[in-house]
Protein backbone atom coordinates (compact mmCIF):
# COMPACT_ATOMS: atom_id res chain seq x y z
CA UNK A 1 0.00 0.00 0.00
CA UNK A 2 1.28 3.49 -0.87
CA UNK A 3 0.30 6.03 1.88
CA UNK A 4 1.71 9.06 2.92
CA UNK A 5 4.61 8.95 5.65
CA UNK A 6 5.47 12.73 6.28
CA UNK A 7 3.39 15.03 8.89
CA UNK A 8 3.05 17.90 5.87
CA UNK A 9 1.11 15.15 3.85
CA UNK A 10 -0.97 13.59 6.95
CA UNK A 11 -2.23 16.84 7.49
CA UNK A 12 -2.80 17.52 4.11
CA UNK A 13 -4.77 14.12 3.43
CA UNK A 14 -6.56 15.49 6.73
CA UNK A 15 -7.45 18.75 5.66
CA UNK A 16 -8.97 17.65 2.23
CA UNK A 17 -11.37 15.17 4.52
CA UNK A 18 -12.48 17.67 7.11
CA UNK A 19 -12.65 19.99 4.11
CA UNK A 20 -15.08 17.31 2.52
CA UNK A 21 -16.90 16.46 5.69
CA UNK A 22 -17.47 19.95 5.96
CA UNK A 23 -15.58 19.73 9.64
CA UNK A 24 -13.35 22.15 11.23
CA UNK A 25 -9.52 21.79 10.46
CA UNK A 26 -8.55 24.15 13.61
CA UNK A 27 -4.87 24.11 14.35
CA UNK A 28 -5.38 22.35 17.48
CA UNK A 29 -6.38 18.90 15.14
CA UNK A 30 -3.83 19.24 12.93
CA UNK A 31 -1.43 19.20 16.09
CA UNK A 32 -2.35 16.05 17.40
CA UNK A 33 -0.66 14.20 14.14
CA UNK A 34 2.59 15.71 15.06
CA UNK A 35 2.20 14.97 18.87
CA UNK A 36 1.18 11.34 17.51
CA UNK A 37 4.17 10.82 14.58
CA UNK A 38 6.41 11.92 17.62
CA UNK A 39 4.73 8.63 20.19
CA UNK A 40 5.79 6.46 17.38
CA UNK A 41 4.00 3.50 19.07
CA UNK A 42 0.37 2.64 20.38
CA UNK A 43 -1.89 4.46 22.88
CA UNK A 44 -5.17 4.98 23.62
CA UNK A 45 -6.71 8.82 24.00
CA UNK A 46 -5.69 9.25 27.89
CA UNK A 47 -1.90 8.22 27.11
CA UNK A 48 -2.30 10.98 24.72
CA UNK A 49 -3.96 13.31 26.69
CA UNK A 50 -1.26 12.87 29.23
CA UNK A 51 1.27 13.64 26.66
CA UNK A 52 -0.32 16.24 25.14
CA UNK A 53 -0.94 18.26 28.15
CA UNK A 54 2.92 17.67 29.69
CA UNK A 55 3.71 18.98 26.44
CA UNK A 56 1.78 22.05 27.70
CA UNK A 57 -0.59 22.07 24.61
CA UNK A 58 -3.61 22.11 26.55
CA UNK A 59 -6.38 20.42 24.53
CA UNK A 60 -8.92 18.98 25.97
CA UNK A 61 -10.05 15.42 26.38
CA UNK A 62 -13.20 15.28 24.26
CA UNK A 63 -11.04 17.23 21.28
CA UNK A 64 -8.97 14.26 21.89
CA UNK A 65 -11.61 11.78 21.22
CA UNK A 66 -12.94 13.45 18.76
CA UNK A 67 -9.93 13.94 17.18
CA UNK A 68 -8.72 10.24 16.96
CA UNK A 69 -12.56 9.24 15.86
CA UNK A 70 -12.20 11.82 12.87
CA UNK A 71 -8.40 10.64 11.73
CA UNK A 72 -9.57 6.43 12.08
CA UNK A 73 -12.25 7.08 9.91
CA UNK A 74 -10.23 8.96 7.09
CA UNK A 75 -7.68 5.90 6.99
CA UNK A 76 -4.57 7.97 8.74
CA UNK A 77 -4.81 6.04 12.25
CA UNK A 78 -5.76 2.14 13.04
CA UNK A 79 -7.84 1.41 15.84
CA UNK A 80 -6.62 -1.78 17.63
CA UNK A 81 -8.93 -3.44 20.56
CA UNK A 82 -6.48 -5.66 22.60
CA UNK A 83 -8.64 -7.75 24.26
CA UNK A 84 -11.64 -5.67 25.70
CA UNK A 85 -9.25 -2.51 27.04
CA UNK A 86 -9.55 0.65 25.34
CA UNK A 87 -8.73 1.31 22.21
CA UNK A 88 -5.61 1.46 20.96
CA UNK A 89 -4.34 3.82 17.81
CA UNK A 90 -1.36 3.88 15.75
CA UNK A 91 -0.75 5.46 12.60
CA UNK A 92 -1.55 3.22 9.27
CA UNK A 93 2.06 4.63 8.05
CA UNK A 94 3.93 3.92 10.79
CA UNK A 95 4.74 0.05 10.18
CA UNK A 96 2.67 -1.32 6.85
CA UNK A 97 1.25 -4.99 7.35
CA UNK A 98 2.64 -5.80 10.91
CA UNK A 99 0.38 -7.78 13.32
CA UNK A 100 0.52 -7.90 17.29
CA UNK A 101 1.15 -10.54 19.60
CA UNK A 102 -0.60 -9.59 23.26
CA UNK A 103 0.46 -11.06 26.47
CA UNK A 104 -1.95 -12.42 28.24
CA UNK A 105 -0.06 -12.51 31.62
CA UNK A 106 1.05 -8.72 31.29
CA UNK A 107 -0.43 -7.00 28.83
CA UNK A 108 2.64 -6.63 27.20
CA UNK A 109 2.37 -5.87 23.09
CA UNK A 110 4.39 -6.87 20.70
CA UNK A 111 4.74 -6.12 17.26
CA UNK A 112 6.20 -8.01 14.24
CA UNK A 113 6.36 -8.60 10.30
CA UNK A 114 5.76 -12.06 9.23
CA UNK A 115 5.62 -12.57 5.32
CA UNK A 116 4.36 -15.77 4.98
CA UNK A 117 1.18 -14.20 6.86
CA UNK A 118 0.73 -11.98 3.74
CA UNK A 119 0.93 -14.68 1.43
CA UNK A 120 -1.75 -16.72 3.22
CA UNK A 121 -4.09 -13.44 3.35
CA UNK A 122 -3.77 -13.07 -0.87
CA UNK A 123 -3.89 -16.59 -1.18
CA UNK A 124 -7.61 -16.78 1.05
CA UNK A 125 -8.37 -13.60 -1.23
CA UNK A 126 -7.90 -15.15 -4.52
CA UNK A 127 -9.71 -18.46 -3.79
CA UNK A 128 -12.61 -16.40 -2.46
CA UNK A 129 -12.59 -13.81 -5.40
CA UNK A 130 -11.42 -10.38 -3.46
CA UNK A 131 -8.45 -8.52 -4.19
CA UNK A 132 -6.62 -8.07 -0.49
CA UNK A 133 -5.99 -4.44 0.89
CA UNK A 134 -5.07 -4.88 4.53
CA UNK A 135 -5.41 -7.24 7.60
CA UNK A 136 -5.03 -7.51 11.07
CA UNK A 137 -4.02 -10.63 12.96
CA UNK A 138 -3.52 -10.64 16.80
CA UNK A 139 -2.16 -13.80 18.84
CA UNK A 140 -3.07 -14.32 22.32
CA UNK A 141 -0.10 -15.83 23.89
CA UNK A 142 1.39 -15.93 27.69
CA UNK A 143 5.13 -15.20 28.67
CA UNK A 144 7.11 -17.87 30.60
CA UNK A 145 7.11 -15.98 33.88
CA UNK A 146 5.00 -12.83 34.66
CA UNK A 147 7.53 -12.29 37.86
CA UNK A 148 10.57 -12.69 35.66
CA UNK A 149 9.23 -10.90 32.22
CA UNK A 150 10.61 -7.53 31.52
CA UNK A 151 7.99 -6.33 30.14
CA UNK A 152 5.87 -6.56 33.31
CA UNK A 153 5.87 -3.00 34.37
CA UNK A 154 2.49 -0.90 34.59
CA UNK A 155 3.32 1.83 32.67
ZN1 LIG B 1 1.18 -2.00 15.96
ZN1 LIG C 1 5.14 -11.00 30.04
Do not use: W
Request: glycine residues 6%; negative net charge; contains cysteine.
Amino acid sequence: MSLPTDNESLKQQFADFLKRKKYRGTQERFNVIDRIAELDRHFNADELYLYMNGRGDRISRATIYSTLDLLTTCGILMKHRFQGGSAHFELASRMPDHDHLICMECGHIEEFREEKIDVLRDGVCTRLGFRPMAHSLQIFATCHDPLVCPHNRQD
